[in-house]
């Protein structure tokens, strides 16, 4: 029940056998389907949760909407787009759409909002992911996408903590790297998601990112147990989330699954060798390198 795993949704024989592995042989405890169209994402969702005896977890990567990933769902602007928007209320009500969009679909959990401050103009990833420059102002409109969703029976997934704003590279490719300091971080990244804590919202995801002189280890927050420490700081205490563990960002010697329990996630998104991963969790806790509890 730790693992998400990823599947395209495109509904033929071998995507079915690999359906009914997933979920009748290695018992994972949710997925996450990627592009496609919505009328096949339903029934890969409804097959799946056939096959399931625990009830999977159904997620999405819909930062702008269900469109980011069906090409036939309706359609929304850009997280920059709507940074220009001044009335909240405007945002909620998407929030609040988009939620009734998934819940038609089956969807569960929403790996949104991004919480990014878009405050260095060359990143080459977040840009018009971002609600904009202003930490106040990612923060509101984030709370209000997340609140239109939350109240309407859609998880959020706050991301990409601890922030990926400032980097000039792309965790996809590589390991960037934040170089401020933590005053600095607790005046633009983490602000916002401290914010969102606040207001008692349910998810938060941890990106594949080493803030440097934060954390003298150097590994990925979504790897380094100091980020546990910096989620209590800012007073989280929701479900905590892996960014996908097949990025290149998140390589590493040993099991990533391993690894990223003993840094405080909960729920492990896209784990590479899942079968093998599995295994390795197993012996860690035969071996009390993970306690029982914390599974």
């Given at each position: 029940?730790?693992?998400?795993?990823?599947?395209?949704?495109?509904?033929?024989?071998?995507?079915?056998?690999?359906?009914?592995?997933?979920?009748?042989?290695?018992?994972?405890?949710?997925?996450?389907?990627?592009?496609?169209t919505s009328q096949e994402t339903a029934r890969l969702i409804n097959y799946s949760q056939s096959l399931a005896q625990v009830p999977l977890m159904i997620t999405?990567?819909?930062?702008?909407?269900?469109?980011?990933?069906?090409?036939?769902?309706?359609?929304?602007?850009?997280?920059?787009?709507?940074?220009?928007?001044?009335?909240?209320?405007?945002?909620?009500?998407?929030?609040?759409?988009?939620?009734?969009?998934?819940?038609?679909?089956?969807?569960?959990?929403?790996?949104?909002?991004?919480?990014?401050?878009?405050?260095?103009?060359?990143?080459?990833?977040?840009?018009?992911?971002?609600?904009?420059?202003?930490?106040?102002?990612?923060?509101?409109?984030?709370?209000?996408?997340?609140?239109?969703?939350?109240?309407?029976?859609?998880?959020?997934?706050?991301?990409?903590?601890?922030?990926?704003?400032?980097?000039?590279?792309?965790?996809?490719?590589?390991?960037?790297?934040?170089?401020?300091?933590?005053?600095?971080?607790?005046?633009?990244?983490?602000?916002?998601?401290?914010?969102?804590?606040?207001?008692?919202?349910?998810?938060?995801?941890?990106?594949?990112?080493?803030?440097?002189?934060?954390?003298?280890?150097?590994?990925?927050?979504?790897?380094?147990?100091?980020?546990?420490?910096?989620?209590?700081?800012?007073?989280?205490?929701?479900?905590?989330?892996?960014?996908?563990?097949?990025?290149?960002?998140?390589?590493?010697?040993?099991?990533?699954?391993?690894?990223?329990?003993?840094?405080?996630?909960?729920?492990?998104?896209?784990?590479?060798?899942?079968?093998?991963?599995?295994?390795?969790?197993?012996?860690?806790?035969?071996?009390?390198?993970?306690?029982?509890?914390?599974?």
């Amino acid at each position: 029940q730790l693992f998400i795993l990823t599947v395209s949704p495109t509904d033929n024989d071998a995507t079915r056998k690999l359906l009914s592995q997933y979920v009748e042989d290695l018992g994972i405890g949710g997925l996450l389907f990627s592009e496609g169209t919505s009328q096949e994402t339903a029934r890969l969702i409804n097959y799946s949760q056939s096959l399931a005896q625990v009830p999977l977890m159904i997620t999405i990567d819909g930062e702008w909407g269900v469109s980011m990933r069906m090409s036939d769902a309706p359609k929304f602007p850009r997280n920059m787009v709507l940074g220009a928007i001044n009335d909240d209320r405007l945002l909620y009500d998407y929030g609040k759409e988009v939620a009734r969009e998934c819940r038609l679909m089956g969807i569960h959990v929403n790996f949104a909002p991004v919480l990014d401050v878009n405050d260095n103009p060359l990143n080459p990833v977040i840009g018009t992911r971002s609600f904009g420059e202003s930490p106040e102002r990612v923060a509101s409109m984030g709370i209000a996408y997340a609140r239109g969703m939350e109240d309407n029976g859609v998880l959020t997934t706050a991301k990409h903590f601890p922030g990926h704003g400032s980097t000039s590279t792309d965790s996809h490719k590589t390991l960037p790297q934040i170089s401020k300091s933590l005053r600095e971080m607790n005046m633009c990244e983490l602000l916002p998601f401290r914010h969102y804590a606040e207001a008692g919202l349910s998810g938060i995801m941890v990106g594949h990112l080493a803030a440097v002189k934060v954390d003298a280890s150097g590994l990925p927050a979504s790897l380094s147990p100091s980020t546990n420490a910096l989620l209590k700081q800012i007073g989280f205490n929701g479900l905590v989330f892996t960014d996908a563990l097949e990025m290149s960002g998140a390589k590493s010697s040993g099991s990533l699954a391993v690894k990223a329990l003993r840094a405080g996630n909960d729920v492990l998104l896209s784990v590479p060798n899942a079968e093998k991963e599995i295994d390795y969790v197993l012996n860690a806790v035969a071996e009390n390198k993970l306690s029982q509890a914390l599974i």
